[in-house]
T-cell receptor, first 113, second 114 residues
């Protein structure tokens, strides 16, 4: 079974802090993704990566950055957290080409106070 | 128009009922299609892929209609444990630099009552 592990299930941070969300997958997947999910807005893609050190902006990249130094790890960084970044963050990975489904981690529920 | 559209529901059905959801997509060149299930406050989980010929997995049947640009999910003999949100997912066929993205619908909520 594919295993996508996110570092924290729940996280509380303060406005202005730099926040790191970590994601690790164990299936040697090329593609990794970060989404946020908010009530009524569905899943929105923040960033994705199709190879080590490669990154592409998704639909809502503002206020976020990412890092992919190793194939199995994809980090999401909130440079200066704001209250409107309170959300459920979901990491996903997939194999190779676009016709493969994505597999999700358990999610991190982040609250910015 | 949204790229993927679903009726948000909720669909409220008794145990044992048969229920069907449809999902329409706007890009006629879309390549791959999936149904995901998401329980409250949990991550989406792949339920099944949708193939052109239609496919079945136990009580679940998925169909693709390319001419009308929709996919469907049929659940027979509904169980209480089927209560969840069902997400329709489409892979667009676009430029190489964005061909890895999936487009998620907002989901259809199903409530199965005793």
């Amino acid at each position: 079974d594919v295993k996508v592990t996110q570092s924290s299930r729940y996280l509380v941070k303060r406005t202005g802090e730099k926040v790191f969300l970590e994601c690790v997958q164990d299936m040697d997947h090329e593609n990794m993704f970060w989404y946020r999910q908010d009530p009524g807005l569905g899943l929105r893609l923040i960033y994705f990566s199709y190879d080590v050190k490669m990154k592409e902006k998704g639909d809502i990249p503002e206020g976020y950055s990412v890092s992919r130094e190793k194939k199995e790890r994809f980090s999401l960084i909130l440079e200066s957290a704001s209250t409107n970044q309170t959300s459920m963050y979901l990491c996903a990975s997939s194999f190779g080409y676009s016709n493969q489904p994505q597999h999700f981690g358990d999610g991190t529920r982040l609250s910015i106070l | 128009r949204k790229e993927v559209e679903q009726d948000p529901g909720p669909f409220n059905v008794p145990e044992g009922a048969t229920v069907a959801f449809n999902c329409t997509y706007s890009n006629s060149a879309s390549q791959s299609f999936f149904w995901y299930r998401q329980d409250c406050r949990k991550e989406p989980k792949l339920l099944m892929s949708v193939y052109s010929s239609g496919n079945e997995d136990g009580r679940f049947t998925a169909q693709l209609n390319r001419a009308s640009q929709y996919i469907s999910l049929l659940i027979r003999d509904s169980k209480l444990s089927d209560s969840a949100t069902y997400l329709c997912v489409v892979t667009p066929f676009v430029r190489m630099d964005s061909s890895y993205k999936l487009i998620f619908g907002s989901g259809t909520r199903l409530l199965v009552r005793p």
